[in-house]
């Protein structure tokens, strides 16, 4: 015996939920970018404290992705190094490590968002 069950279709939502899965993943690009700032605040080396002050992150206007930085004209060289000074965490920089080691944190961020918690 072969049983077919039928599906209707009463409304076609998949417009909202692509809407709502854009709209957490910007929710969570803006909260990986505060936290990421905050990240590379804590361990950017203070002296006058103008460039910590000048590390802020902007997310994508397409909701891609979201860049955390300074506009400060030393910044690369506190960031890289230089040939008169190796760069600021041990030659780390402030900015790298902020993006690459709390990945964890960030796809929590993520996830959470995608799932409306």
């Known amino acids: 015996m072969i049983s077919c069950m039928s599906v209707i279709i009463k409304e076609d939502n998949t417009d909202k939920v692509v809407a709502g899965i854009g709209t957490a993943i910007e929710r969570a690009l803006e909260k990986i970018g505060l936290v990421g ?55 780390k920089g402030y900015l790298r490590p902020a993006a690459t080691e709390h990945a964890s944190e960030y796809r929590q961020i993520l996830e959470s968002e995608l799932k409306g918690s």
């Open 37 to 91: 700032e905050g990240h590379a605040k804590k361990i950017c080396p203070v002296d006058t404290g103008r460039l910590r002050n000048s590390i802020t992150h902007v997310v994508d206007s397409g909701g891609k992705f979201t860049a955390i930085g300074t506009n400060v004209e030393y910044g690369p060289y506190i960031e890289l190094g230089h040939h008169t000074y190796p760069g600021a965490n041990g030659g």
